[in-house]
């Protein structure tokens, strides 16, 4: 699918959907509770279809409504899958379910798209093999396959990606034994808060120091049902937020949690520092701009889903911008950085690579362009928002991808009064 976009302005109110990282790792925990747990307002996407499909190969019977998914739990009482786990594109659900699936005492394999075959492995597999468990896979990459049962004891993991480290958080209660998993380079420390925030709501009895480095975990121990409510997706509000700042609109994000440990909430302070206006009120959270967007230095450690959009920003402000200290983005769905950096200099940004980032000389006037995707979500909705401050027509290629985490993006921007025309 093709998105035609042309300048256009955002005003009004709109509903984010729900948190992709909350969604799957909520699915994860169900299917391994000893009853029945009920996910509310879950993320329906491609992602979350894909811990869905997981879960229910290992044994889990998940009955998927559009407000409520209904799951009855294997108490981590596994049935071994008839078939390879096909993960689609989803990242953070091959990372936890490979781990859930080293506790069983049969062969699992993984597999999943183009863009999956790429994402490394070679970390989390290692710090399972020191656990118990056997592996083999295609250079620390999918396709793979993993056999059980870990059991605990001590083992390492480097925090290249933060879902290395929640896969080996979910797991190791369940093992026998106590573990103590040491971790080195850990990057996005909120989204192992995130994971640490449900083991804290499941009781899990885990140590950890202050700096997340080291994490001593009891053998042993249950997950049990619950009845939750996802909050709303701060990666996902970053969107409307930086339509908001490119198009000179005003929004109301309606269900944002700011007590909630999602580290994208950041990403609204970052852009009052580069003059938007964000105001709370209640559960309705406004954005807009009264002067020119200026520049800033930003540090993208807990926040690389981010890149692509604030680079975007930065291309409409005034001055130098520099996203920097997230190495990470370049093992994503795509590599991001350069991906960010190739795509808006065809619009005529001024626009370079770091190792870890990028720095963009805004204030140029963007002309439209036929840009790539790459078939990230995350890239075709920040092309699309640049294409919306652009003169011309920006044309969006594989902007389908979309639907990884928001599938009714170019609806809902639509009403927002986007010039967004898909075929």
């Known amino acids: 699918m093709k998105a035609f976009i042309k300048k256009s302005v955002v005003n009004g109110v709109i509903e984010v959907p729900g948190s992709k990282s909350h969604t799957i790792r909520a699915v994860a925990v169900a299917s391994v509770a000893d009853g029945i747990s ?15 499909g997981a879960a229910r190969r290992l044994g889990a019977v998940i009955d998927m409504k559009k407000d409520v998914w209904t799951v009855q739990g294997t108490g981590a009482r596994f049935k071994k899958p008839s078939e390879i786990m096909d ?64 059991k605990g004891g001590k083992t390492e993991v480097e925090g290249k990606t933060s879902q290395f480290v929640t896969a080996l958080l979910f797991a190791c209660p369940l093992c026998p ?33 202050s700096d997340m480095l080291c994490f001593k975990i009891k053998g042993g121990q249950k997950y049990k049902p619950f009845d939750l409510t996802i909050p709303a997706d701060f990666s996902t509000a970053t969107f409307p937020l930086v339509a908001a700042a ?3 609109g005003a929004v109301d994000i309606r269900n944002l949690d700011f007590n909630d440990r999602q580290g994208d909430k950041a990403v609204f302070s970052f852009m009052e520092k580069m003059g938007m206006t964000v105001k ?22 807990d926040t690389p889903d981010a890149l692509p959009a604030l680079a ?34 065809k619009m005529g940004a001024d626009i370079e690579e770091l190792p870890d980032g990028l ?31 652009a003169s011309g027509e920006t044309i969006v290629n594989e ?25």
């Not at 170019?410 to 967004?420: P, S």
């Open 87 to 150: 993960m689609g594109n989803s990242g953070t659900s091959l990372r936890i379910f490979s781990a859930l699936a080293a506790l069983g005492d049969f062969e699992v394999s993984f597999d999943g798209d183009s863009s999956l075959r790429t994402r490394l492995m070679g970390p989390l597999l290692s710090a399972l093999e020191k656990l118990g468990a056997k592996t083999s896979s295609r250079e620390g990459k999918c396709p793979l396959s993993l056999k059980g049962p870990i």
């Open 359 to 389: 720095v963009i000389n805004g204030g140029r006037p963007l002309h439209g362009a036929e840009v790539e995707s790459y078939g990230d979500h995350r890239i075709a909705m920040a092309l699309s928002i640049a294409g919306m401050g």
């Open 399 to 423: 902007a389908q991808s979309a639907s990884v985490t928001y599938p009714d993006f170019y609806e809902d921007f639509k009403k927002l009064g986007a010039d967004f025309v898909t075929a």
């Open 246 to 248: 490119v198009t000179g």
């Open 177 to 209: 034994a106590d573990t103590e998993i040491k971790v080195f380079n850990l990057n996005e420390k909120p989204y192992v808060e995130i994971t640490l925030d449900w083991l804290d709501k499941q009781n899990i009895a885990y140590e950890m120091s």
């Open 280 to 301: 709370h009120e209640g559960k309705l959270t406004s954005v807009s701009r009264s002067g020119a967007l200026k520049g800033a230095g930003l540090d993208l450690n």
């Open 38 to 52: 009920f996910i509310r307002s879950p993320l329906i996407s491609e992602d979350a279809i894909s811990s869905i």
């Open 312 to 345: 975007v920003a930065a291309a409409y402000a005034e001055g130098r911008t520099v996203l920097g200290n997230a190495p990470q983005a370049r093992i994503k769905e795509t590599d991001r950085i350069a991906c960010m950096c190739s795509e808006l200099k």
